[in-house]
Every structure is written in C-alpha cells, then in structure tokens.
C-alpha cells in the first residue's frame, strides 16, 4: 500500500503562487498515475489534474488550464502541482492521489480510478 503526504498548502492573496507536493512510498512510483483532486467546503470533491505513469500525459479540469501545472519527479517519488494566478475560488482541500492498480478503463477524473489518498493540505486564496 503506497502512502502520500501533501505539502505546500497555506494562504496567499488573488493573483499568487503556490507549489503543492506529495510524496509518495511504499510503493512503485513511476507506474502510477498521479491526480490531484480538491474540495471545497460544502462541495463535492473535485478532479483538478493527472499525470499518467506510462506517457506522463496531463489532464485538467478546465478551471484550472493554463493556470495549474502538474509534474512528476519519479526519481523522488514526488509529484507536484504548480499553481499560479489563484483565485478566491481555488480555495479547498487539495488531495494528492494515486493508481496504483492500473484502472486504465476508468477515466482520470474520477474518483473511482485511484485507491490511495494523502490526508490533503489546504489551499487559501483570498481578495
């Protein structure tokens, strides 16, 4: 079972950066897809990005396109999320997640496709 620590969170105001990282171990890495997922309070949890373990294709929701950036060092075991131009609406949880049983025929952006979750970090943009 591969377990994931998120940091990085923290408040900044409209218009800032943040860079997320979660670290992973106890597994094999680099053949894992990777999602970032967040939620809001109030709201249900949402996909936010994904890296794949294969081709390291990325996926966004397009709230975030051409703001947020996700990486993967595997050398590291890390995969990050850079996050730049925040919005007061960016605010949530933010929950590093993996795949790590290669559920191919299900989409990136669902829940469903990753069994193992970090316990999130919180993100706090403010006007």
């Known amino acids: 079972q591969v377990q994931l620590v998120e940091s990085g969170g923290g408040s900044v105001q409209a218009g800032g950066s943040l860079r997320l990282s979660c670290a992973a171990s106890?597994?094999?890495?680099?053949?894992?897809?990777m999602g970032w997922f967040r939620q809001a309070p109030g709201k249900e949890r949402e996909f936010v990005a994904a890296?794949?373990?294969?081709?390291?294709?990325?996926s966004y929701t397009d709230s975030v396109k051409g703001r947020f950036t996700i990486s993967r060092d595997n050398a590291k075991n890390t995969v990050y999320l850079q996050m730049n131009s925040l919005k007061p609406e960016d605010t949530a949880v933010y929950y590093c997640?993996?795949?790590?049983?290669?559920?191919?025929?299900?989409?990136?952006?669902?829940?469903?496709?990753?069994?193992?979750w970090g316990p999130g970090t919180q993100v706090t943009v403010s006007s």
């Open positions: 890296i794949r373990w294969s081709t390291s294709r990325t």
């Open positions: 997640t993996a795949d790590t049983r290669a559920q191919i025929l299900v989409a990136v952006t669902s829940t469903s496709r990753y069994d193992s």
């Open positions: 106890g597994g094999t890495f680099s053949s894992y897809t």
